[in-house]
């Protein structure tokens, strides 16, 4: 590794950014090396311009993975070699808003009942019961359930921790599984016990388990929009399922507010309240 790339990974931990950010960083400023085959403290505005030009026109990449090479390079030109002007001269790129996926809950149980492995179905059943993050729910320890409160403490992104409720039902399950499973340092481990369950492997068992149960896609995000959907329209707060979520902003949350159909269904049409008329 060389001391340059040493340098750039120890500021992104000195600023708490999470193991994911900080290998995607890495990544991404690696990639911008190699395009231009030169260190990229030798590069400046006008390589950085030309390759997120690059990203969009010939790469064809996501708009989230232009903004994470946006946010790589912003942050290599603000702390660990800072350059004048080459921040606030790299714009983000505007992501399309999209309306999250959300499924019934007669479809989110028929697909948990298709889960085969035991530790990947009660992985997910926890994702589901608690909202959680794919990489959240990973990462969770014996430690990690508060019987006493009845909460999870739950490391988010930016490693800030937070609290969610805990279903009774859930707590006997995680019960029961820790008894027969015995799982060690991590709630949900791997094939080598000491690491966490791959999320490659969680994301094989949705698939299979959507084939087999004739459902459209769904991943372990899907169950968090859905845990978020479901939860407002029982009626809890909005501001309420922000905290839980571990939302920064409302606005974030308040999308849910689009995709829940309980209000939807006590909307009257104008058309039911026009005078009775022959029909066309």
């Not at 991590?186 to 490659?200: E, H, N, T, V, Y």
């Not at 922000?242 to 209000?263: F, K």
């Not at 269904?265 to 058309?271: A, E, F, G, M, Y």
Request: glycine share 6%.
């Amino acid at each position: 590794m060389t001391p340059l790339r040493q340098r750039f990974i120890e500021d992104l931990q000195l600023r708490n950014r999470s193991p994911r950010t900080i290998e995607v960083y890495v990544y991404h400023l690696r990639e911008f090396a190699c395009y231009f085959g030169q260190s990229p403290d030798q590069l400046g505005l006008d390589h950085a311009h030309r390759y997120i030009l690059y990203l969009l026109n010939d790469k064809k990449a996501s708009w989230s993975a232009y903004n994470q090479a946006v946010s790589a390079l912003r942050f290599f030109y603000r702390v660990t070699c800072p350059r004048d002007g080459v921040v606030t001269r790299l714009p983000y790129g505007k992501r399309p808003r999209k309306l999250p996926t959300v499924r019934s809950v007669e479809e989110v149980a028929r697909f948990l009942d298709a889960v085969g492995p035991r530790v990947v179905r009660l992985l997910l059943r926890t994702a589901y019961a608690c909202g959680l993050r794919l990489n959240e729910v990973r990462h969770l320890t014996p430690a990690s359930i508060d019987s006493e409160r009845m909460v999870l403490r739950v490391l988010g992104k930016g490693q800030k921790e937070r609290l969610v409720s805990l279903s009774p039902m859930l707590l006997d399950e995680l019960r029961a599984y820790y008894r027969e499973v015995k799982p060690g340092a991590w709630l949900f481990p791997g094939k080598d016990r000491q690491r966490p369950i791959s999320a490659a492997r969680v994301q094989r068992a949705c698939q299979k388990a959507c084939r087999q149960a004739s459902l459209p896609r769904i991943t372990p995000h899907t169950l968090r929009h859905c845990y978020a959907t479901h939860l407002l329209e029982a009626g809890t707060d909005l501001r309420l399922i922000q905290a839980l979520l571990g939302h920064h902003r409302v606005g974030t949350t308040a999308g849910y507010t689009h995709v829940t159909t309980t209000g939807l269904q006590r909307v009257v049409s104008p058309l039911d309240s026009l005078p009775t008329a022959r029909p066309s």
